[in-house]
């Protein structure tokens, strides 16, 4: 069975950076879509960041120009940069795996209903 592993939250002030880390278990993770998205306390979760197998990525409009979703299949990791980070960007951060379901090299998904092992989260708060 798959697990995910999310790793490199913390605190950091405004406009500062930090990179989380998404450790998969499984030995098919290069065909695996990924993503990540958050959740506030009181809030629905929300869709972050996504990159396809082949190494597509999107990004919800909040964090265009800010975020970058990479790769690296050696590793078995998803990882997710985030500068310029705002007190908005605090929240909890998931990141999501499609295992199992067919997807092409470019496809990218957005939905969480489209994911289906999620990690155990890992927090981050931007203080202002």
């Known amino acids: 069975q798959e697990q995910l592993v999310e790793s490199g939250g913390g605190l950091v002030q405004a406009g500062g950076s930090l990179r989380l880390s998404c450790l998969a278990s499984?030995?098919?993770?290069?065909?695996?879509?990924m993503g990540w998205f958050r959740q506030t306390p009181g809030k629905e979760r929300e869709f972050v960041a996504a990159?396809?197998?082949?190494?597509?990525?999107y990004y919800a409009e909040f964090v265009l120009g800010r975020f970058v979703i990479s790769r690296d299949n050696a590793k078995k990791t998803v990882y997710l940069q985030m500068n310029s980070l705002k007190a908005e960007d605090t929240s909890v951060y998931y990141c999501?795996?499609?295992?199992?379901?067919?997807?092409?090299?470019?496809?990218?998904?957005?939905?969480?209903?489209?994911?289906?092992?999620w990690g155990q989260g890992t927090q981050v708060t931007v203080s202002s």
């Open positions: 990159i396809s197998w082949g190494g597509i990525a």
């Open positions: 499984g030995r098919t993770f290069s065909t695996y879509p």
């Open positions: 999501a795996a499609r295992v199992g379901r067919s997807s092409s090299a470019n496809t990218y998904y957005i939905k969480e209903e489209d994911y289906t092992t």
